[in-house]
């Protein structure tokens, strides 16, 4: 089962918390490093930071904004030191504390992890995205029950939040429940229809039943919207040739 389905579908799903920016009169850099991405972003949120002008809470939300940017360019410790260091101005900042769950997240240290999304929902109870996030962590502990649960609650809280739905899908796959799997797909399918690997997922789901032309069709779909990964072709020749064997 798990080499049908893709243990790095979890990866895609984890998302950065939203920061306040900072002060008006701080002008270019603050804005900057609150509103651009990449290297313009950490350009900006160094200038910034090392301008002197910011302090406090201030500085905590530049630090924790740099932290967000350093993991799509793999600087997961620069990730971590940002955070940590805007955690100290600011001990209550769930942002920082998400953020730097994201790095321990993508370093493998699921229970690091969790210790900063639990104290993140302390801090900010009503906000699915930590608790999509979570779930991610426990699902990667093997924590199935408790990852569905902690998506239920991203749900209840976002009823359209198309990841949770995406994300406990895929849990209920290593669970064998396939057509609760196929429901919560289709969900995060209808949210978001160009979500490739919601596709993917699905497909996985109808292969498990043995439904192989419904799977061939979402792995069709998912080499459309991503035809430069290699798992949709391999996934498609893989069906036809379970097909051709009928």
Not at 48 to 55: L, N, T
Not at 168 to 189: H, M
């Amino acid at each position: 089962m798990t080499s049908i389905l893709r243990g790095t579908l979890a990866v895609l799903a984890l998302t950065s918390a939203v920061w306040l920016a900072g002060p008006a009169a701080a002008a270019d850099d603050g804005e900057m490093c609150t509103n651009e991405s990449g290297d313009a972003a950490i350009a900006a949120c160094t200038r910034a930071i090392d301008s002197g002008r910011y302090s406090g809470r201030e500085l905590a939300a530049l630090l924790s904004n740099r932290c967000a940017e350093w993991p799509d360019k793999q600087e997961y410790d620069k990730a971590i030191d940002d955070c940590s260091q805007a955690l100290k101005l600011d001990p209550t900042s769930s942002g920082a504390l998400s953020n730097r769950a994201q790095a321990y997240f993508a370093k493998r240290q699921y229970d690091r992890a969790l210790e900063d999304l639990n104290q993140a929902i302390r801090l900010s109870p009503n906000d699915a995205d930590l608790f999509n996030n979570r779930g991610l962590a426990y699902e990667n502990k093997d924590q199935h029950d408790r990852a569905i649960e902690d998506f239920n609650q991203a749900i209840r809280l976002k009823p359209n939040h198309a990841p949770a739905f995406k994300n406990r899908g895929r849990a209920y796959v290593f669970k064998d429940q396939y057509e609760r799997a196929i429901e919560d797909f289709s969900q995060a399918i209808r949210l978001n229809p160009n979500d490739a690997m919601a596709f993917f997922g699905r497909g996985s789901s109808w292969e498990l039943k043995l439904d192989l032309q419904r799977a061939l069709a979402d792995y069709k779909r998912f080499a459309e919207l991503v035809p430069s990964d290699p798992d949709g072709p391999e996934a498609i020749e893989r069906v036809r040739k379970r097909l051709a064997r009928r």
